[in-house]
Structure formats: C-alpha cells, structure tokens
C-alpha cells in the first residue's frame, strides 16, 4: 500500500520551470567599465600562463623583469626633516599596481616602502630615508607690526605682524642634487625668492586662520649653498 500511494504522489507531480530569481549579468554591472570599453585601462592584471600546481605545493613566481631609468630627488617641508626620495621612471610596456617595494644596491638593502600605483610613461617617487649628507636650516624674524591693526569683535583687538624667513640648504653629496621645498606659513604670503610658487589656503580665509605655501625646485651643486628667502604677514591677538 505505501508502494502505491508513493506511486500515485509521483505520478501527480507537474514539472513547472521557475522562473530565474537573479538577473542577467548585464543589468547587474549596469555601466560598468568592461575590460575592451574606454574604462578598461583603469584594471591591471598580470597574468602568467603555462603553470600548474599540485595540492600543498607553493610557488615564487617572477611576472616580469624589466631594466628602469631613475634619478635622486629630495623634498624637504619645514620644519620636518629633508628626505631622500628615488624618482622611478615607467617606461615599460604596463603599469606598475601598488604594492610593497625593496630597494637595493651593491651592498645590500636600501629602503623598503611602499611603491604607490605608477601609470605607463610616468613616474614614481620612492622614500628611502632621511638626508643625513644634506644640511638644512630655517629661520624667522619679525620686522613690522601693526598694533591693533583690526577689531574682528567688540571684544578683542589684533595685530598684524610681518615676517621674514630664511632656508639653508647646503650639499655634502658627491653629486648635484635636486630639492622640491614646500614651506607651509601660518599666514598669508607676500614674497618669495628664486621665484618660488606662492599659493593660498582658501578654505582658511579668516584673519586668524588664514595659510599658505611657497614651493621651490632648486639645483644644488656638491659643497654648494642654497638660501631660499620669503615674507609673510599674519594677524595675532593684540596683547
């Protein structure tokens, strides 16, 4: 009797296809960048074929190997110190994805850093470490002020103080080398040296809070100095 009723139930059964619950691939990646579209460059991948992998085995694999230009660079931002940068040059055939990165010479390890995303035909800057063979000094005079020069409230009076500044720069490389300053001044700048890039903070606009930068790429021989000067004027509490 079971055996029956089993029977009779599989006999009732009505196969009905059901309709898809997901959606086509398509609608789901909308406008995506598909990797032959105009978005395709923006997703690198390395691939390398030919190679097989038994269960529990591991492998180091080289994707590729490629000879690079690259030259010395140093930035310093006062009041931190001066650092030592490689600037790499990405000539080769695809870019380079971020990842970590180790540097070496003759003698052993340079740095080891992480390498940021370098786009074909660009270029990279790699920190190494701080510049001990290249000296740098700043400093800072007042040589006007203003006394009660603004009343923002009725409460309390500013000054407005001018200054003036002074970097030193000197080489105790073998080689010239290349300095990128960015000197960021709690002010607003008037003047620059060596003609040195002036620029304004302008989300900070108020008297009290306003800022700027000046920025010089200098060339600085063995054994050489460099003085890079500025002025700048700034508004503080009148005491």
């Not at 340079?110 to 035909?121: A, G, I, Q, T, W």
């Amino acid at each position: 009797i079971a055996n029956d009723l089993r029977a009779n139930q599989l006999d009732a059964v009505v196969e009905q296809p059901v309709a898809p619950a997901g959606r086509d691939v398509k609608d789901v990646l909308g406008n995506l960048p598909q990797m032959e579209g105009s978005g395709g460059s923006d997703f690198t991948v390395y691939a390398r074929k030919d190679l097989t992998l038994r269960r529990g085995e591991k492998a180091v694999v080289t994707l590729f190997t490629r000879k690079i230009k690259y030259s010395h660079l140093y930035r310093w931002s006062p009041p931190e110190a001066l650092q030592h940068y490689l600037l790499l040059q990405n000539q080769t055939d695809t870019p380079w994805t971020t990842g970590p990165c180790l540097a070496l010479n003759s003698s052993g390890p340079l740095s080891e850093d992480l390498l940021k995303y370098v786009p074909r035909n660009g270029h990279g800057e790699f920190p190494v470490t701080t510049a001990i063979n290249v000296a740098q000094e700043q400093t800072e005079t007042e040589t006007d002020r203003k006394l009660r020069a603004h009343e923002p409230s009725h409460q309390f009076w500013v000054d407005l103080v001018t200054l003036e500044g002074e970097l030193k720069i000197r080489n105790f490389e073998k080689t010239p080398i290349t300095v990128i300053v960015s000197a960021r001044l709690p002010g607003k700048p008037l003047s620059a040296s060596d003609d040195g890039a002036i620029s304004i903070n302008t989300s900070k606009l108020q008297l009290l809070e306003r800022e700027g930068s000046i920025r010089w790429k200098v060339t600085i021989d063995p054994g050489a100095s460099k003085s890079l000067t500025y002025k700048y004027e700034r508004y503080v509490p009148s005491k």
